[in-house]
């Protein structure tokens, strides 16, 4: 990353404070989702809103965005109590807001979106040229090149997360809010994203940052306010260690970051054989085993989510086989791959995992849902108990079952998304970036459920972007390069640059052995190997 101490930090002294909340408190049915909340900004700082999924930060963002309004409490700006009931007030005091899901049009223009609803105009008509020639002006000052002319669907994550910040000073922003802003972005693009923020803290613009990744917080932050159970717990240097911010977070000592266990395996549940999809993957063979966790490692294209849909029989191959206990699978059908004990989490949890108007309830009986309808009727009173009991099981945070899933936190989300396979009894789990979005004390909730998996005889397929993820929770790690299986590594093998280089490997077709000699990896490739699936728009 770029060096943190390139700019000046704010100092207590010479900062003009622009926001204050005091004692804000927000409730909803069933849930306290704030109480008693304070916090600060300053002019020219990034201070750093940490905490747990449902610690909060996204109800106190949306309070200050105007989505929300406080049960209690108050928010002031420039030492003047603001009233925020709506988007147009929050524009109004200078506050804008980036969100983890984009706030775009895609069949406009990088141009129009930047301006929408705030067109120039001239002699009644939108002044296309001057709002292309400010929109291009406004990109320049974020460092990104691309044409104001452009479609925005056209663009990747990169660019669009710089689209959103070059539409924040077009309204003169004082207070940016970026929530999760690095969560898809390569090592590269967060570097060059930080040298932004350096330069708008320069320029005076309060930024308030919330982010997963605490190696972030020093390189980037002044102050960090951490919420806990919807309340804010303390508030510290950006310095304070990392132990020490999660136990404010998570209310304990996390001692093991990746708690794996490894029991005795058993029998091969997933034999994959030679699986060919011309032009996405090719040759793909490999097992998992009864007991074991198998990581699938690779670059951004390497065809590792490509392989995972392909056996779980969502998308089509041309050639090869997958097998299940010894029982073959037809090609590209989810339901026998359901049947035989395939179970698939995929890596948008929220596009492709949840039915997020539905109830937890409700997505937990997903999969169930066949074999608990007699005669046309669904067994409602079994399934609700059978809910209720794997919820409770995997400790998911609501208000009750019939909670919708939209409003959970990303980490309960996840859960249940896990949950609705252990329902079905599923031998054999495929973990799509598990931990994607989710903070450190879930995440080490969602390893210890592998741990149970695997310890009750289940096997389980995890690719992850996360390379450290990797190999803390791997018995053996296969890497792909190029649609490949480029070589395998056991657990006592497996490092940092062994992964790199053999996911680097252009002659992935020799299929390269765990022995193959490797090259200690360059900075730039690290960043490359480790910038996760962002650019692929899946």
Do not use: C
């Amino acid at each position: 990353m770029s060096n943190p101490d390139e700019l000046p930090r704010t100092t207590e002294s010479a900062a003009a404070e622009l926001l204050r909340i005091e004692g804000i408190r927000k409730t909803f049915p069933g849930v306290v989702a704030l109480d008693s909340v304070d916090f600060d900004l300053r002019r020219g700082e990034v201070h750093v809103l940490l905490g747990e999924n449902g610690a909060g930060k996204s109800t106190l963002i949306k309070m200050l965005s105007g989505a929300y309004r406080p049960d209690s409490g108050r928010i002031l700006v420039d030492g003047k109590e603001a009233r925020i009931h709506g988007a147009q007030d929050a524009e109004r005091l200078g506050i804008a807001t980036i969100y983890q899901e984009f706030n775009l049009v895609p069949d406009l223009t990088v141009a129009e979106n930047i301006f929408l609803g705030r067109q120039p105009r001239r002699f009644g008509m939108i002044d296309r040229k001057a709002m292309e020639s400010a929109a291009e002006e406004l990109l320049k000052r974020v460092g990104v090149r691309v044409s104001p002319r452009a479609k925005v669907r056209e663009l990747g994550i990169a660019r669009l997360q710089m689209v959103e910040i070059a539409k924040a000073l077009s309204l003169q922003a004082r207070v940016l809010i970026m929530d999760e802003p690095t969560a898809v972005l390569t090592s590269e693009e967060v570097d060059k994203l930080f040298a932004i923020v350096r330069q708008l803290r320069a320029d005076g613009v309060g930024v308030v940052f919330i982010t997963h990744h605490l190696e972030e917080i020093a390189a980037l932050g002044d102050r960090v306010t951490v919420l806990r159970d919807g309340r804010s717990v303390d508030q510290v240097p950006a310095s304070t260690a990392e132990d020490e911010l999660v136990r404010l977070m998570v209310g304990r000592s996390i001692e093991q970051q990746y708690p794996r266990e490894r029991p005795d395996t058993g029998p091969a549940l997933l034999t994959v054989d030679g699986l060919t999809r011309d032009g996405v993957f090719h040759d793909v063979s490999f097992e998992v085993r009864a007991g074991e966790v198998v990581g699938l490692a690779g670059l951004v294209g390497a065809g590792r989510t490509e392989v995972a849909r392909a056996v779980f029989g969502a998308d089509p191959y041309d050639k090869g086989s997958v097998d299940v206990r010894g029982q073959r699978l037809p090609r590209h059908d989810v339901i026998a791959a359901m049947g035989a004990g395939i179970g698939l989490v995929p890596e948008d949890r929220k596009g492709q995992g949840l039915l997020l108007d539905a109830s937890v309830q409700e997505n937990l009986g997903l999969v169930t849902l066949r074999s608990a309808t007699r005669s046309g009727f669904v067994d409602l009173k079994g399934q609700r108990a059978a809910a209720a009991g794997i919820a409770e099981q995997l400790g998911v945070r609501m208000a009750g079952i019939g909670q919708h899933v939209r409003t959970l936190s990303g980490g309960n989300q996840q859960k249940v998304v896990i949950g609705k396979w252990l329902l079905a009894d599923t031998k054999v789990l495929i973990l799509d970036e598990p931990t994607r979005g989710i903070d450190v004390g879930a995440k080490v909730e969602i390893y210890q459920l592998i741990n149970e998996l695997t310890a009750a005889g289940h096997a389980v397929l995890m690719i992850s972007s996360d390379l450290p993820e990797v190999l803390g929770m791997s018995d053996r790690v296969l890497v792909m390069a190029q649609g490949r299986i480029a070589g395998e590594l056991a657990a006592d093998d497996a490092t940092q640059d062994a992964v790199m280089a053999l996911a680097v490997s252009t002659a992935a077709a020799d299929t390269p052995t765990a022995d193959t000699p490797t090259a200690h990896t360059s900075a730039a490739t690290q960043n490359e190997a480790t910038e996760g699936k962002a650019s692929r728009g899946h």
